[in-house]
């Protein structure tokens, strides 16, 4: 869903959506509210069965998603039958596909989200990525004659990622960590997608960033988007199931109507900060 927010001063991350616009959309075309939980599903995607006739939307990256085997359109409300076949092919443009059922899912609350942190075993079903067998649940009745298609605003173009991303920032708050050249290097060099990135952050590799003095600072509060710059040059892009405090200098923070270009690249991706 959208987080897990109140609980960062005791250690918890916030985690959530990483594409919040495609997860936000998805749940807006599937008529349900803006927060309702759906399923976050990477690269080459699941495959699952409809135990019941179903509206759902699929959002994000696209996968290539079918049903029974045909392909289906993203962007837009669906209806599956009882025991439909959903899957994923191969990853045709982004990353990330979310998939949001009219109804939502059934989940408990913990501690106020049913977002799932991975590496705690906290939250969303059982603590942890699904598995085969797994079954999902909602109290949604699929009614025919009170369905409505809706879709993304057709005189709006949905998202198309592609491989170089141009990604907005705004300095700070320690750009007084970096020297001039340092600065001059983030802003006018080119970065490529490191294969150990993650939901905890985008790791980059490109042109060394000349920190100013030590490469460490006291550690203080990680937003979405903040970018660290470790002792190695590197940049860190902070995501979704980021630690709450870090201890290396953030010199510019990506503003959030981008972030979910940063959610969608993969690893080989190039990226150039404005």
């Known amino acids: 869903d959208l987080g897990r927010f109140g609980y960062q001063k005791y250690g918890v991350p916030v985690s959530g959506a990483m594409d919040q616009f495609a997860y936000r959309v998805g749940n807006i075309i599937a008529n349900n509210n803006q927060s309702s939980p759906s399923i976050e599903t990477t690269v080459f995607g699941l495959k699952f069965k409809f135990l019941k006739d179903s509206v759902f939307a699929l959002t994000g990256g696209n996968l290539n998603p079918c049903i029974n085997q045909k392909?289906?359109?993203?962007?837009?409300?669906?209806?599956?039958?009882?025991?439909?076949?959903?899957?994923?092919?191969?990853?045709?443009?982004?990353?990330?596909?979310?998939?949001?059922?009219?109804?939502?899912?059934?989940?408990?609350?913990?501690?106020?989200?049913?977002?799932?942190?991975?590496?705690?075993?906290?939250?969303?079903?059982?603590?942890?990525?699904?598995?085969?067998?797994?079954?999902?649940?909602?109290?949604?009745?699929?009614?025919?004659?009170?369905?409505?298609?809706?879709?993304?605003?057709?005189?709006?173009?949905?998202?198309?990622?592609?491989?170089?991303?141009?990604?907005?920032?705004?300095?700070?708050?320690?750009?007084?960590?970096?020297?001039?050249?340092?600065?001059?290097?983030?802003?006018?060099?080119?970065?490529?997608?490191?294969?150990?990135?993650?939901?905890?952050?985008?790791?980059?590799?490109g042109p060394k960033i000349e920190h100013f003095g030590s490469p460490d600072i006291l550690s203080d509060g990680t937003m979405m988007g903040s970018i660290q710059v470790p002792g190695n040059g590197n940049p860190i892009i902070l995501m979704s199931d980021r630690g709450v405090t870090g201890g290396y200098p953030k010199i510019a923070t990506v503003i959030s109507s981008d972030i979910s270009k940063i959610a969608q690249a993969l690893p080989g991706d190039k990226i150039k900060f404005l």
């Not at 799932?116 to 004659?145: C, W």
Request: one cysteine or more.
């Open 71 to 205: 392909p289906i359109m993203m962007w837009q409300s669906i209806i599956a039958k009882e025991n439909d076949i959903l899957e994923f092919q191969t990853p045709m443009d982004g990353c990330r596909s979310y998939i949001s059922f009219e109804g939502g899912i059934s989940l408990p609350d913990i501690l106020g989200s049913k977002s799932t942190y991975v590496n705690s075993n906290l939250g969303g079903f059982h603590g942890r990525s699904l598995l085969s067998g797994d079954i999902l649940t909602n109290e949604q009745t699929f009614e025919p004659n009170k369905y409505v298609h809706r879709r993304f605003p057709p005189k709006l173009l949905a998202p198309n990622y592609g491989h170089d991303h141009e990604i907005r920032v705004i300095l700070g708050p320690q750009q007084r960590s970096f020297t001039a050249k340092g600065i001059e290097t983030f802003q006018e060099s080119e970065y490529i997608v490191s294969d150990q990135s993650n939901r905890i952050g985008y790791r980059l590799e």
